[in-house]
């Protein structure tokens, strides 16, 4: 008897996931994709899912705020986070709110399948220091993160004008890629 796989599928870019859907049911694991966090909401009230992947921006609006709720309307669900920009501040806090896996995009079906079975690990220790670039873009994401993704109140939390911070967040995001 062979356990049937059903993933909800969250993301705002639909190139994405129809590429996702279409390689998840050539492994016969069903996929419902939606777009929105309305929409992921009354997917998890018509439906029961083992696996979500949810991308943590979704035009604008964030992940992070949806991932308990997710959780409070069916907590035995697997949710694992995508980003396309990864931060560790912004990891430890998808795994406080219940996620078991974080992943930056780009990701293969392979990669999300072993996200799931795989422990959740924090990025291997490296020998040399971050650069300032990096710790500056870690701190960036941790007020970012206190913030819950709000870019005015970031700024004005670290004391820079909020078109330097869009700058700096365009630049590591096309960096990061």
């Not at 859907?21 to 419902?32: K, N």
């Not at 694992?80 to 293969?108: D, H, Q, W």
């Amino acid at each position: 008897m062979t356990t049937h796989e059903h993933w909800l599928l969250i993301d705002d870019d639909a190139a994405f996931l129809d590429v996702l859907q279409r390689a998840l049911s050539r492994r016969d694991i069903e996929a419902t994709g939606v777009y929105s966090q309305r929409e992921a909401l009354e997917a998890l009230h018509a439906e029961r899912f083992r696996k979500c992947v949810l991308d943590l921006n979704l035009a604008g609006e964030s992940g992070l705020q949806l991932l308990p709720e997710l959780l409070a309307l069916q907590p035995d669900m697997e949710i694992l986070v995508l980003t396309g920009y990864g931060s560790i501040a912004t990891a430890v806090e998808a795994m406080r709110r219940g996620a078991v896996n974080y992943l930056c995009k780009p990701v293969t079906v392979h990669q999300l399948i072993n996200g799931f079975e795989a422990l959740a690990t924090m990025p291997e220790l490296r020998p040399e220091p971050p650069s300032v670039e990096e710790m500056e873009w870690e701190h960036i994401q941790r007020v970012l993160s206190e913030h819950e993704g709000n870019v005015s109140a970031t700024a004005r939390a670290l004391h820079m004008h909020r078109r330097t911070l869009q700058r700096k967040l365009q630049k590591h995001s096309r960096w990061r890629e």
